[in-house]
C-alpha cells in the first residue's frame, strides 16, 4: 500500500492506494494538541504522554467516513467538503500508485519542523 500524507491546521491528512483491494484509502485524524502532531514533549526527546508518540489525539477517530474508495474525485470532493486542499503534486502521485499499482511507498509531503521554545 502507498502512504502518503501531509498536514494541514490541526489535522493529518493519510492518503493511499491499497494494492490488494485496488482503492484509494483517505483518513483525516486530529494532531495532538500537546505536541503538535509530533508524537515527543516538547523540548525532549521524550515521547508525548499525551498521544504515546503517535502525534494523534488520543481517542481521535478520522473526522472523514469515506475511508475506501475507487474514485479518486470522491477523495477530492471530501476533502472540499472538510476545507482541506488537496495539493497537486499529492494527486498526481495518487495516480501513478493505481496506475503502477504501487506497494510499498511511504512519502511525507514537507513535514515541518518543530519550533523550539528557546
Known amino acids: 500500500m502507498s502512504r502518503r500524507w501531509y498536514r494541514h491546521g490541526g489535522n493529518m491528512v493519510f492518503v493511499g492506494w491499497d494494492r490488494s483491494a485496488q ?28 498521544c504515546g508518540g ?3 489525539r488520543f481517542g481521535s477517530n478520522s473526522v472523514t467516513q469515506l ?3 475507487g474514485d479518486l474525485d470522491e477523495v477530492a470532493q471530501e476533502l472540499t467538503r472538510l476545507e482541506i486542499p488537496f495539493p497537486a503534486e499529492v494527486r498526481t502521485d495518487l495516480e501513478q500508485d493505481r496506475a503502477i499499482n504501487a506497494g510499498e511507498i ?10 523550539s521554545n528557546s
Do not use: I
Open 54 to 56: 503517535e502525534g494523534v
Open 23 to 50: 482503492m484509494f484509502l483517505l483518513t483525516v485524524a486530529e494532531m495532538c494538541t500537546r505536541c503538535g502532531g509530533f508524537g515527543e514533549e516538547p523540548d525532549t526527546d521524550n515521547f508525548c504522554f499525551a
Open 106 to 115: 511511504l512519502h511525507d509531503y514537507g513535514q515541518a519542523s518543530q519550533p
Open 67 to 69: 475511508g475506501l474508495t
